[in-house]
């Protein structure tokens, strides 16, 4: 039998070599599950917007409205704040709703700007994905992974 001692280290502890080199060796830990965009799918889910597919890589996202347009754009004034590309959005769809709807016509034939306002929005949460990504693949989201964990390293920075 043998018996090996290692010295383990936290984070702060570590030379700035070793902090890198843990966290390059890191890199991918607050992406590593389909947990890190959770959220942002829920969210959209309650205002009415189902995102069936998307993908960072290739730019793409697809999905449909759950309830009327009308209703996810009066769910987002109110529940996003004026900053969000989202709000613009939904403000815009709005504005053209009521301009096709004050019109002469019986029937109002809304599809064009229902079809833009859904691809606006999907574009949005693209961006959100994509910025929550780069967010949780940061340096500093991932030193705040390993320093919540607790994790211990090797003075070389491997995890242990």
Same mark, same amino acid.
């Given at each position: ?93 709005? *504005? #053209?709703? @009521?301009?096709?709807? =004050? ?8 599809? +064009?700007?229902?079809? !833009? $306002? ?12 994509? *910025? #929550?990504? @780069?967010?949780?693949? =940061? ?8 320093? +919540?964990?607790?994790? !211990? $390293? ?7």
């Amino acid at each position: 039998m043998r018996i090996k001692e290692v010295k383990l280290y936290q984070f702060d502890e570590l030379s700035p070599s070793s902090q890198d080199h843990a966290i390059s060796h890191l890199s991918d830990i607050n992406v590593d599950s389909d947990f890190w965009f959770d959220c942002i799918i829920d969210e959209a889910k309650e205002l009415g917007l189902n995102i069936t597919e998307w993908d960072l890589y290739h730019r793409s996202i697809k999905g449909s409205f759950t309830k009327s347009e009308e209703d996810v754009a009066k769910s987002i004034k109110k529940e996003h704040g004026e900053s969000c590309e989202t709000y613009h959005d939904a403000v815009g769809y709005l *504005k #053209e709703l @009521e301009s096709i709807q =004050s019109s002469k016509d019986d029937e109002p034939d809304t599809e +064009a700007i229902d079809e !833009e $306002f859904l691809h606006s929005l999907l574009q949005d949460y693209l961006s959100l994905f994509n *910025k #929550e990504y @780069e967010y949780q693949t =940061s340096k500093e989201a991932i030193i705040e992974t390993i320093k +919540a964990n607790e994790y !211990e $390293f090797t003075e070389e920075g491997d995890l242990e």
